[in-house]
């Protein structure tokens, strides 16, 4: 199964949860400090806030998958459509670690693929390991848009 995961950076995360809680008529499955994430299965979504990025909107899109097969399947899709793929193995990003697939639509919204294989205690890392620093950091470690200058987002990885 896939499922569609929308991301967006919000101005007032309390605020935020309260209406998206009333809005799904379910609490948050997880909730950090600066981040929360629902697990919804009507619609079917995983749909998360945080206060990460410097500009509130869409973060980013995606599809999270089930399996390495399918996220190697929409890989190939995505190549197919003629836009640079860039993967992630075994990164950290979302409190999660995932493996992912990362490419820019023709508008430059970031999409992300991703397969979830366990949780993070940290919200992500960058190349060497070291936890991120939100002031030190003006957007979400989770969106290389397309170049490696992200400090937690490798774009060389396969």
Known sequence: MKRLHVHLTVRDFDQSIDFYAGLFGAQPTVIKPDYAKWMLDDPSVNFAIS??????????????????????????????????????????????????AWVDDPQGIAWETFFTVGEATVYG?????????PAAKPSACCTPHASSESACCDASAP
């Not at 960058?126 to 936890?131: E, I, P, S």
């Open 125 to 133: 890392e960058d190349r060497d390991g070291a936890a991120l620093n």
């Open 51 to 100: 206060t990460r990025a410097k500009t509130p909107g869409i973060d980013h899109l995606g599809m999270q998958v089930d399996s390495e097969h399918e996220l190697q399947e929409v890989s190939t899709r995505l190549t197919a459509a003629g836009r640079p793929v860039h993967g992630q193995k075994e990164t950290t990003c979302c409190y999660a670690r995932s493996d992912k």
